[in-house]
């Protein structure tokens, strides 16, 4: 079973357009809404799902990307060839208090995130995300024909991928000598099948 609070996965692609095609056409998973966040250098579309969603995210100004933490995140995961890269559960204030945190914005949606530079080229670990009471989730009112099912992160120095099954995990920017990695997710459609996204797909979202 999942854990309670996961928000969302950040998918990282190398083309948008791309990527909207094969999720609509290949998977039956439309993409809607997105745009460019702002000094951050990337841009993205949102596949919703039922409680969550997938960012479909890519950069778009490699500059601001490389000098702002969410950017570097994608792009990172652009260079490394890794699709999954990363993913958010919401937390409180008080669970952050003493965080550093990042104000993430473009049109129509505002939110905080904290430790994100903890999951660069990673995403073993969380990074937590703080979004106001008020703004809609992402994708709301859009259909969703899928639900998140699993998640599986890959431990440094372990041998074979986990299930995650608590989002009761260090978020920050601890130094590591080895980073383990969010290796794959998959969801179940509304007719039963299973989608496992993971860097096999790659080559169908590209150019």
């Known amino acids: 079973m999942l854990p309670v609070g996961i928000d969302h996965i950040v998918i990282a692609v190398p083309n948008l357009a791309a990527a909207e095609e094969s999720f609509r056409t290949l998977w039956g998973l439309g993409a809607v809404g997105g745009g460019?966040?702002?000094?951050?250098?990337?841009?993205?579309?949102?596949v919703a799902?039922?409680?969550?969603?997938?960012?479909?995210?890519?950069?778009?100004?490699?500059?601001?990307?490389?000098?702002?933490?969410?950017?570097r995140l994608v792009s990172v995961a652009l260079e490394r060839q890794i699709v999954c890269a990363g993913w958010a559960v919401s937390v409180t204030a008080a669970s952050?208090?003493?965080?550093?945190?990042?104000?993430?914005?473009r049109d129509g949606v505002a939110v905080d995130l904290y430790?994100?530079?903890?999951?660069?080229?990673g995403g073993d670990r969380p990074f937590?995300?703080?979004?106001?009471?008020?703004?809609?989730?992402?994708?709301a009112g859009s259909e969703s024909a899928a639900r998140l099912v699993d998640l599986h992160v890959l431990r440094p120095g372990g041998t074979a991928p986990e299930s995650i099954t608590s989002a009761d995990t260090v978020l920050?920017?601890?130094e590591r000598t080895q980073l383990g990695r969010l290796a794959s997710i998959a969801?179940?459609?509304?007719?039963?099948?299973?989608l496992t996204i993971d860097d096999s797909i790659r080559e169908l979202v590209a150019p």
């Open 36 to 46: 460019r966040h702002e000094g951050a250098g990337t841009e993205n579309l949102i």
């Open 49 to 71: 799902l039922d409680g969550s969603y997938l960012e479909l995210v890519t950069v778009v100004d490699p500059a601001q990307a490389s000098a702002n933490p969410f950017g």
């Open 96 to 105: 952050v208090r003493g965080m550093v945190g990042q104000h993430l914005s």
């Open 115 to 121: 430790g994100v530079d903890g999951a660069v080229g």
């Open 128 to 139: 937590g995300l703080i979004r106001p009471a008020d703004q809609a989730f992402p994708g």
């Open 172 to 174: 920050g920017a601890a």
């Open 187 to 194: 969801v179940q459609r509304s007719d039963g099948t299973r």
